[in-house]
């Protein structure tokens, strides 16, 4: 399979996410309550969760490791972007720049290599049952993926009861722009 040209193996699946997020966006920002609530759910469901598709699909399709990884962490980050042009209409571009290290972003990516390491462990252990590929269910890649996303996720929801990285991070804003 991995001779598939590169749209099939990552455009395809990682536009599905890109695109639901876009415009679960669009129609939150341009709606009545209800229906932004749903398309904010939605939204939070694209950019929190949208490597459960991507990652098997593109494995399936025979995407590389990097093409995964790039197509699962594109979401969170074309979000992040967004968040901090929205930003840069208040503050100067470093600390718009310095907003897209906040804890959420942090969290999210963390999330994702997570998300990563599980599918990857899951894809290998359903392609060795099937007999298409190596037996080893669990690569260097899972393990890494996995404990580098509980590390993250550690760092941002449980060190120092949930606000250490944020306090670090506030002090630091202050020491550079205050």
């Known amino acids: ?21 876009i415009l ?17 759910i939605v939204m939070f469901l694209a950019i929190g969760f949208g490597s459960f598709l991507i990652y098997p699909l593109s494995f399936a399709r025979g995407a590389s490791l990097s093409e995964r990884i790039i197509g699962c962490l594109l979401t969170p980050l074309v979000w992040n972007g967004i968040e901090m042009y929205n930003v840069s209409q208040a503050f100067t571009p470093a600390e718009s720049l310095f907003y897209g290290v906040n804890i959420l972003s942090i969290g999210t990516v963390a999330g994702q290599f997570l998300i990563m390491g599980v599918c990857d462990f899951f894809c290998r252990w359903s392609q060795g049952r099937a007999g298409r590929g190596d037996a080893r269910a669990l690569s260097p890649f899972a393990v890494l993926a996995s404990v580098s996303g509980i590390l993250g996720i550690y760092l941002v929801l449980l060190w120092g009861e949930g606000v250490g990285l944020h306090y670090l991070l506030i002090g630091l804003y202050k020491d550079i722009f205050l």
């Open 1 to 21: 399979m991995p001779d598939r040209d590169f749209s099939h193996r990552i455009v395809v699946p990682t536009s599905i996410v890109l695109v639901t997020m």
């Open 24 to 40: 679960s966006r669009i129609v939150y920002f341009n709606s009545s309550a209800t229906v932004a609530t749903l398309s904010g």
